[in-house]
Nanobody, 123 residues
Framework: QVQLVESGGGLVQAGGSLRISCTVS????????LGWFRQAPGKEREFVAR????????NYADSVKGRFTISRDNSKNTLYLQMSSLQPEDTAIYYC????????????????WGQGTQVTVSS
């Protein structure tokens, strides 16, 4: 069974940066494409970014392009999201998830999920 654990969330001032991580259990880490989603109170879960198995191909939501960078370290079974120029609108619980599908913008495209890490951006 695949287990994912997010970490690194916290409180950041607007304009600041933060890197969150997701550690995935098992030996099949490199077989998965990985994604980040976020969910703010009262809103639907929103796609943030996705990365291919070897980390070569990345995809981003328009709202975070140029500010967020997704990466992975397959030797550590770890996924990262580097967030810069953070704004209050980025405040949400951030979730990581695994998929083997070429589709990536819907939560339905993903198989396993972590419990999330809270990112709060203050003005």
């Amino acid at each position: 069974q695949v287990q994912l654990v997010e970490s690194g969330g916290g409180l950041v001032q607007a304009g600041g940066s933060l890197r969150i991580s997701c550690t995935v259990s098992g030996r099949a880490f490199s077989s998965y494409l990985l994604g980040w989603f976020r969910q703010a109170p009262g809103k639907e879960r929103e796609f943030v970014a996705r990365i291919s198995q070897a980390g070569v191909v990345t995809n981003y939501a328009d709202s975070v392009k140029g500010r967020f960078t997704i990466s992975r370290d397959n030797s550590k079974n770890t996924l990262y999201l580097q967030m810069s120029s953070l704004q209050p609108e980025d405040t949400a619980i951030y979730y990581c998830a695994t998929t083997r599908s070429p589709y990536y913008t819907s939560p339905r495209d993903y198989e396993d999920w972590g419990q999330g890490t809270q990112v709060t951006v203050s003005s």
